[in-house]
């Protein structure tokens, strides 16, 4: 807000100004205590400043103190009970400032008094901004943050209990089921609560999915009253909700690994992702390395950019960067030479449809970060491959429409993460893709040419209703 | 009271107190003493505007190269977007949405409880039934149920997303085409193309990065404003090519004058354009600039993309297109052309779906027929040559229309009509995506058994934008432009990412 009220503005000095009064009041105080030893005696002067002082601070704080509640919001009872020990505390303390120089007699005991009176008063306030379960409440005031799921390395090595549903439970459930509550009585941390069940008896039947509670709850629509999680809290997710379904249908082990356990094509896809983490889909992309690369060299960018070349980095967060030469006429070697400072952030590139020969291929062989590469419709032929084989990241692939042929494509043998083979129009024979099937047998590979048949109706016309 | 809840009361204490300062005299006074000082000193100290922080987005447009490309915001697995419109809405009930139920309703009146409360474009008083007009077959491995209207497209079932509970709540044509394209029913919001290349920018400099194709004797009802750049700088708006003659009106150089004198002229007016930019600092002028030498450029690069003379034989047989001729399937063949160069946003707008019944054209057991005849090949082969070609995995394409088409025979007036035909139904209708990480062959969304409205998977105009921006790197909440004074969403306070469909 730009225009703040000047009554508001001195108000929201009231939290640093009462620090200063119960600082320099308890000094007072300890001063006055440790002046009877003889060994403290020369502080004895400083208690008279130091009371007027805190009295001052005690008044400043009272007053900006009344202003805030004015404006602030506060918890009502709480907030007069601070107020009027606050006051309460300003009064005493100028009483003391005034006794102590009247050299009064029972002074120990307005003394005793003051810091009764400050430590009450700090006390509410304190209460008041922080909530009165803040002394004493246990570390998680906030929402526990949501538990998320762990990779799982190789998921079909992974025990379904400990690595797949525990985690999920723990996550979803364990904040009224486990061992800090027990709604419904029931627990849902160890197998033998889990057997157990609840308030109305168990909560599954091992391969009975229909007959078992737990799921039929989680499946309710969101505003049913038995629906669990309560709507308020995070739900599962379809994927959760799978596993659990997979789960007790398979007989609810609590010991079984997911390869003993039988998986229709759902589930499979389901694991998939728990190992390689791909639902979380703003970063689904797997063309793109999980580490993150330095910042490229900007001259290089630019240099590029002048030539024509689109190239950018593959999201606004990410330092790796991809290519296409498509506006570029004609590409030359020293075109391809500029990727070289590149070659730790480039991952796609688009060099198709160009004059590209294989001598650009030795410079492409260098740019070992490549995850996807465009070579249709080039100049290269089967030599090419004795530099693209280096690309051991490569996942994609496009050599269509290049005299290229299963010899040439068989170099690749040894890039592993290769998913996707492009080879339309290329000198790939039947015999060829059969080979070509064998050595990638993981491998997508697109021999394009399809046809949409002609059919009669194609190119006539109805002109009655039928 | 926990921390938790005292959190909660102040919030709702501060928002009576807020309600107060713009009610009460006495807030008003309060707030006088410092408010006037604080003004007064604003304006010594020589303040500006209070905007402090400017969206990131801001920094898209560059105006000397505002086509340049940028990064999304997350990594997008589509590149680039196909975006193939039926203007007319065709009917659901004869292409995609399978009703047996339908078919024994056939000739019946239609239940007073379907019509309470309703309204309808022409249909009045109470019209009857009308069954499904074709065949249904299930199809492909995922054995999704397509008509016979569609030969060709059910043998790719296994490549596209069905989406059965579509729905909008425009009844006429050219609201219900901006809701789609614009995110608003009313004229004036960027077009998703525009969107899109707003945030991307393109990837060929020599071509327009947002290219719009029509086919079908019309421009789509709502006229060009669904291709406009709204708000967004000028330049993002959609490029119409015509599919016959010169691609571009004017593209050619008048008769006399050589490609040289040409680009004297073109030298000599940004000389003067860049004169004009030191005396007044208006960035909209090295836009001009820019324009100028990209017009001059794609004097030659637009009229070679466009021509799909030089494309082999069976290329046009796989699309069943006829070079020279303003047909839809020239259109899907130079959508594929333009994806392949590097355009970001091709929209397609086919005309003449819109089946009342009025004639034997707008029948839905005639002319639909014969529409889906003209477009089923070349869609069916666009998605084949793109799968060949590697492309497909990167471009998104979505096929659909502004609305569908009621389960009841159209009765205009109250009078039975000379076909059969069905109203306008925004209630319930089907469009599909696929390529650009849409997962194949499955299906998001239900209708009842009479296909009249859904029973889950709802599906609206933002949910299917969302799906696109986000299919493309970016965040349909946050992916915003400044305009009026606020920051604008295609979506604008909608949309959900249909995670359903994704692979």
């Not at chain 1, 969101?222 to 959760?240: F, R, S, V």
Request: proline residues 5%.
């Amino acid at each position: 807000m730009i225009v703040l009220s000047i009554v508001d503005f001195i108000g929201r000095f009231h939290p640093v100004l009462v620090h200063l009064p119960i600082g320099i009041l308890l000094v007072a105080v300890l001063f006055y205590f440790l002046s009877g030893q003889e060994k403290y005696k020369s502080v004895a002067p400083a208690i008279s400043i130091a009371l007027f002082i805190g009295m001052c601070s005690a008044i400043a704080s009272s007053i900006s103190g009344f202003l805030l509640s004015e404006t602030a919001a506060y918890e009502e009872p709480l907030l007069s009970r601070h107020q009027w020990f606050g006051i309460a505390t300003t009064v005493v303390a100028v009483a003391a400032w005034v006794l102590y120089s009247k050299q009064f007699r029972q002074f120990k005991g307005v003394m005793l008094l003051l810091s009764l009176l400050i430590i009450v008063t700090g006390h509410f306030g304190g209460s008041l901004t922080h909530g009165d379960d803040y002394l004493f409440a246990s570390g998680d005031i906030n929402e526990k943050p949501a538990i998320p799921q762990k990779l799982i390395p190789d998921v079909q090595q992974a025990v379904v209990y400990t690595d797949i549903i525990k985690p999920l439970l723990q996550a979803k459930c364990y904040s009224c089921h486990g061992t800090a509550k027990q709604k419904g009585k029931l627990r849902l941390d160890e197998p033998d609560y889990i057997l157990r069940g609840g308030k109305n008896g168990k909560i599954f039947i091992a391969g009975n999915t229909g007959e078992s509670e737990l799921l039929q709850r989680i499946v309710l629509p969101h505003d049913n009253k038995e629906h669990m999680p309560p709507k308020e809290k995070p739900q599962l997710t379809k994927n959760e909700i799978a596993l659990l379904h997979w789960w007790i249908n398979t007989g609810a082990s609590f010991t079984e690994k997911v390869t003993a356990l039988p998986q229709p094509a759902n589930i499979k896809s389901v694991l998939a992702a728990l190992q390689s983490g791909k639902k979380n889909e703003e970063v689904a992309m797997s063309y793109i390395p999980e580490a993150e690369a330095e910042k490229a060299d900007e001259t290089a960018i630019k240099k590029l950019r002048e030539r024509g070349v689109a190239i950018t980095s593959v999201a606004q967060s990410s330092n790796y960067l991809a290519a296409s030469f498509i506006a570029v006429d004609s590409i030359t070697i020293k075109d391809v030479e500029l990727l070289i400072p590149l070659s730790r952030q480039l991952i796609w590139l688009k060099l198709g449809n160009s004059n590209c020969t294989d001598a650009a291929m030795d410079l492409v062989g260098k740019l070992t970060g490549l995850t996807r590469l465009s070579l249709e419709n080039t100049a290269i032929t089967d030599s090419a491959f004795k530099q693209l084989k280096k690309l051991s990241r490569l996942q994609y692939l496009n050599v269509a429409g290049n005299t290229i042929s299963a010899a040439g494509l068989e170099q690749l043998k040894d890039i592993k993460p290769l998913k996707n083979l492009y080879v339309y129009k290329t000198g790939v024979s039947a015999d060829g893709f059969a080979s070509l099937k064998k050595i990638f047998p993981q491998v997508l590979i697109d021999t394009g040419g399809y046809k949409v048949p002609v059919l009669s109706s194609d190119t006539t016309l109805v002109t009655s209703p039928k | 009271m926990t921390q938790q809840e005292l959190h909660n009361w102040r919030l709702q204490h501060e928002t009576q107190n807020k309600y107060l300062h713009y009610h009460t005299r006495r807030h008003f006074i309060k707030q006088s003493a410092m408010g006037l000082g604080a003004l007064a000193l604003g304006s010594m100290l020589g303040c500006g505007t209070n905007k402090t922080t400017t969206p990131a987005t801001d920094n898209f447009f560059d105006p000397v190269n505002p086509l340049a490309p940028r990064p999304p915001m997350f990594p997008g697995k589509a590149k680039s977007v196909i975006y193939i419109h039926m203007a007319g809405a065709p009917s659901q009930l004869e292409l995609f949405s399978y009703k047996p139920e339908l078919a024994k309703l056939d000739g019946q009146d239609c239940p007073p409880s379907l019509l309470e409360g309703k309204k309808f474009a022409f249909i009045r008083g109470v019209p009857k039934m009308l069954g499904p007009q074709a065949a249904f077959r299930q199809h492909g491995q995922s054995g999704l149920w397509l008509s016979d209207n569609l030969p060709h497209l059910s043998t790719v079932v296994d490549d596209i997303a069905l989406l059965q509970a579509v729905t909008t709540d425009q009844f006429n044509h050219a609201p219900a085409q901006l809701l789609m394209h614009s995110g608003s029913a009313r004229q004036g919001r960027p077009s998703l193309g525009s969107w899109v290349t707003y945030g991307l920018g393109t990837e060929n400099k020599n071509l327009p990065g947002f290219v719009v194709l029509t086919s079908g004797g019309n421009n789509p009802d709502t006229g060009k404003s669904v291709w406009g750049s709204g708000f967004l700088p000028s330049v993002y708006q959609g490029v119409q090519c015509r599919g016959e003659g010169d691609p571009v009106l004017f593209i050619k150089d008048p008769d006399g004058m050589s490609r040289d004198i040409r680009k004297a002229s073109i030298d000599a007016i940004n000389k003067i354009n860049e004169e004009q930019y030191k005396e007044y600092n208006d960035p909209e002028i090295l836009s001009r600039i820019a324009q100028y030498e990209m017009a001059y450029k794609m004097q030659i690069s637009v009229p070679e993309v466009m021509n799909i003379n030089d494309e082999p034989a069976y290329i046009h047989e796989m699309y069943g297109t006829q070079p020279g001729e303003a047909r839809f399937a020239n259109n899907v063949l130079l959508a594929r052309k333009l994806v392949e160069r590097g355009v970001r946003f091709v929209q397609l707008f086919d005309w003449g779906w819109d089946a009342h019944g009025d004639s034997p054209e707008n029948a839905v057991d005639v002319g639909l027929i014969n529409k889906c005849r003209a477009v089923d090949k070349p869609i069916t082969a666009l998605l084949l040559d793109l799968k060949q070609r590697g492309l497909l995995d990167e471009t998104l394409v979505i096929w659909g229309s502004e609305f569908g088409r009621t389960p009841m025979m159209e009765n205009r007036e109250g009078k039975t009509m000379p076909f059969k035909g069905r109203d306008h139904h925004g209630a319930a209708f089907s469009m599909w995506m696929a390529g650009g990480g849409i997962k194949g062959g499955t299906t998001y969304g239900e209708t009842d058994e009479i296909g009249y409205n859904i029973t889950n998977g709802k599906t609206e105009a933002f949910d299917i934008q969302a799906t696109i921006l986000h299919q493309l790197g970016f965040d349909h909440e946050k992916f915003t432009y400044e305009s009026q004074g606020r920051p604008f969403r295609l979506t604008d306070v909608g949309g959900k990412v249909i995670h359903d469909i994704l692979s």
